[in-house]
């Protein structure tokens, strides 16, 4: 298995005196469930932790200073897996900035000539920025996605300025705002066309989101009545505390808080839908995880004593496997639960 690039940092792993204070295991047994894999209908595949923002939650910790990248053999590898497993019906490509990989375009033309539905986390602002280490323009990407049918979700803390720009940086929602009509001149988040626009709330801040459906029509109303901007659906996910987002709570002495609000809202039947159950992981460098949070822990999957890989890549044994819990994971089961695709309850 080959690399484009070594990781320039030490990776966070979980901290042992968390796994004790706030046990998720403990809390499965009390309340008596069981979260075992149900299928791998979706393949979600970081392919880069360079971004062109530096945003203050993000749990990846991308910025334009980050050099990992997937190579177009574990790319490759990918697309033989989605073509081998039928039953794996979603690419759910994601980043950093996914768009920054120099396999991004080729991964998304061939996943769609296989039929998948293909996904893209985009943060919008790299249609506006390009890329911040190349200068490459990014503006071909609304006419790109619209020519693909590819289905976008895109981070928008909230339908007023102060609020993204405190979370994204300064800025971000002038830039945000001007590459969400582009999609929308391509069709997007219009009725009839096909082209799906949804975008990501989180809290800025340490708070669980309010319900998804309520908030949703008010980002609605609002980007509707002051930009002439529509969408299809909002998703609520909660702040993980872990990376950046964990760093920024322990300065403001707001973390064992923070954790005490996450554990006490944990909600069975959030927990029945969390992501993991259903889509399996893939780092830029092709190793395994049972989700992207996971994945920025290290805490990867293995198989007979070694990590598994896109290339001993074994269907049967990742259904059969037992998922990695942690601490972190009262982030996706709390109150009305939090996954790639919003609200799990």
């Not at 403990?26 to 970081?46: A, F």
């Not at 249609?127 to 323009?137: A, H, K, L, R």
């Amino acid at each position: 298995m080959s690399q484009a690039h070594a990781l320039k940092r030490k990776i966070e792993t979980v901290d042992p005196s968390d796994e004790v204070k706030y046990n998720f295991y403990k809390t499965l047994g009390d309340k008596r469930q069981e979260l075992p894999p149900l299928s791998i209908d979706t393949l979600q595949v970081n392919v880069t932790r360079l971004c062109n923002q530096s945003c203050v939650h993000c749990h990846v910790d991308a910025s334009p200073r980050r050099t990992e990248q997937m190579d177009l053999d574990t790319a490759n590898r990918c697309l033989e897996i989605l073509g081998e497993y039928q039953q794996i019906k979603n690419l759910d490509i994601t980043g950093g900035a996914p768009e920054l990989n120099p396999h991004f375009d080729h991964l998304v033309r061939e996943a769609v000539k296989l039929g998948k539905r293909v996904v893209v986390r985009h943060n919008l602002t790299v249609t506006i920025d390009g890329n911040p280490v190349t200068g490459e323009s990014k503006s071909y990407l609304p006419r790109f996605y619209a020519d693909n049918g590819v289905e976008i979700i895109s981070s928008l803390p909230y339908y007023q300025e102060y609020f993204t720009d405190k979370q994204r940086g300064k800025g971000v929602f002038e830039k945000s705002i001007q590459a969400i009509h582009l999609l929308n001149a391509e069709g997007y988040g219009r009725d009839g066309t096909g082209l799906v626009l949804n975008f990501v709330y989180n809290p800025v801040g340490a708070f669980l989101p309010p319900p998804q459906k309520g908030l949703e029509s008010d980002f609605k109303r609002e980007l509707q009545r002051k930009h002439g901007i529509v969408f299809n659906n909002l998703y609520t996910i909660t702040n993980m505390p872990i990376n950046r987002f964990k760093q920024q709570l322990k300065k403001l002495d707001a973390y064992d808080e923070y954790m005490t609000r996450l554990v006490n809202a944990y909600n069975p039947a959030a927990a029945e839908g969390v992501m993991c159950r259903s889509l399996v992981s893939v780092g830029y460098d092709g190793r395994i995880f049972d989700c992207d949070f996971n994945q920025m822990l290290d805490l990867e999957i293995t198989g007979n004593g070694k990590p598994m890989t896109v290339f001993n890549f074994d269907y049967e044994d990742l259904i059969k496997r037992r998922i990695i819990f942690a601490s972190h994971c009262f982030g996706c089961t709390a109150g009305s639960g939090s996954s790639c695709g919003g609200a799990t309850a």
